[in-house]
């Protein structure tokens, strides 16, 4: 699958967060948020790997009992089922990968993004 850019097709599930699917396969899925400076993610975990890169901002990632400092071309991995918040020091952008690919975060890709 390929995507073309877009500015278009996000969603927010938090509170000062957005979210786009970028694109996804059998296996893998790529998400794209974007936070807002002062917004807490909640403390969770699921059954999906989690890999991720921050592109800019700040974020203090919690994940287990630890906490990182995270800027931008920091990158990240969280086992499934291991427990991770944020907290959000600046307005950020993250690109996360989870594997295996999360079916609630699927959407419909146009004919005009999308090139198989």
């Known amino acids: 699958m390929f995507r073309k850019r877009s500015t278009e097709g996000y969603a927010s599930k938090l509170k000062d967060t957005e979210q786009k699917t970028l694109v996804y396969g059998e296996k893998t899925l790529m998400v794209e948020f974007k936070l807002k400076k002062g917004s807490i993610l909640p403390r969770h975990s699921h059954p999906y790997e989690q890999t991720g890169y921050l592109i800019s901002g700040h974020i203090i990632l919690s994940i ?29 952008v993250a690109i996360e990968i989870f594997s295996p690919a999360r079916e609630d975060y699927l959407v419909e890709v146009s004919d005009e993004e999308m090139i198989r």
């Open 64 to 92: 287990g009992e630890t906490k990182y400092d995270v800027y931008p071309g920091d990158s990240w991995c969280i086992l499934s089922e291991l427990e991770h918040s944020a907290e959000i020091i600046e307005d950020a």
